[in-house]
C-alpha cells in the first residue's frame, strides 16, 4: 500500500497542493489553475510530467469534474443526488469498473471503493497538521487516478461553485 499526505499549501495564489510520500518527500504537485473561466489542477510528478488534469464539466445537472490523462477522459466524478447519513460520490472509469467515494467527506475520512475492494483510505486523523490528509492507495491502482480523485473530492465537498458550469 502507498500512502501519500497532501497539504494545501495556504498562503499560494491559487489552490496548491504538495503531495509527499510517507517519508515527507514531496513526489506530486497539485496547481490549481488561477484565473480559468472553469476550475482545472494539474497534478505533475517530480519531473514535471501531467498525471492528471481535473476540470469541472461546464454545463452539468449536478456537481461534477473530469480527471483527464494526456487530453483522454480517465473519469468523471459527480456528488450523489441523494446520500442518506454519509457523503458520497460516484465516479464513471473510462473503460473499467465505477468506483464511488463514501464517508466523512468534509472531515477527510472516507473511502474509495471499486464494488467490495476498498481501493483508497483518506484520513485526516494520521496527522495533528491543519489542511493536512493522508490516502492510502491500494497495490496495483492507478496513484495518480486516486490522488486526482482526492483533489477533486476536496474542491467539491469545500467549494460550493465547483463543478457547476
Known amino acids: 500500500m502507498a500512502r501519500y499526505k497532501m497539504r494545501q499549501h495556504l498562503l499560494s495564489l491559487g489552490e496548491d497542493y ?3 510520500d510517507e517519508s515527507g518527500h514531496p513526489v506530486y504537485k497539485v496547481d490549481g489553475k488561477l484565473l480559468r473561466i472553469r476550475e482545472t489542477f494539474v497534478i505533475e510528478d517530480r519531473d514535471g510530467n501531467e498525471v492528471a488534469t481535473i476540470r469541472e464539466k ?3 445537472l449536478r456537481d461534477s469534474m473530469k480527471i483527464l490523462r494526456g487530453g483522454d477522459t480517465l473519469a468523471t466524478i459527480r456528488k450523489a443526488w441523494i446520500s442518506p447519513i454519509r457523503d458520497k460520490f460516484s465516479v464513471d ?3 473499467g469498473e465505477d468506483l464511488v467515494a463514501q464517508g466523512n467527506i468534509l472531515d477527510h475520512e472516507y473511502e474509495i471503493r471499486r464494488g467490495r475492494d476498498t481501493v483508497a483510505r483518506i484520513s485526516k486523523s494520521w496527522f495533528s497538521i491543519r489542511d ?3 490516502i492510502d492507495v491500494a497495490p496495483g ?12 473530492i476536496d474542491e467539491m465537498a469545500h467549494d460550493p461553485d465547483a463543478g457547476r458550469g
Open 18 to 20: 504538495t503531495i509527499e
Open 58 to 60: 461546464k454545463i452539468a
Open 93 to 95: 472509469v473510462e473503460g
Open 132 to 134: 493536512t490528509y493522508g
Open 141 to 152: 491502482e492507478d496513484d495518480g487516478l486516486i490522488l486526482a480523485l482526492a483533489v477533486a
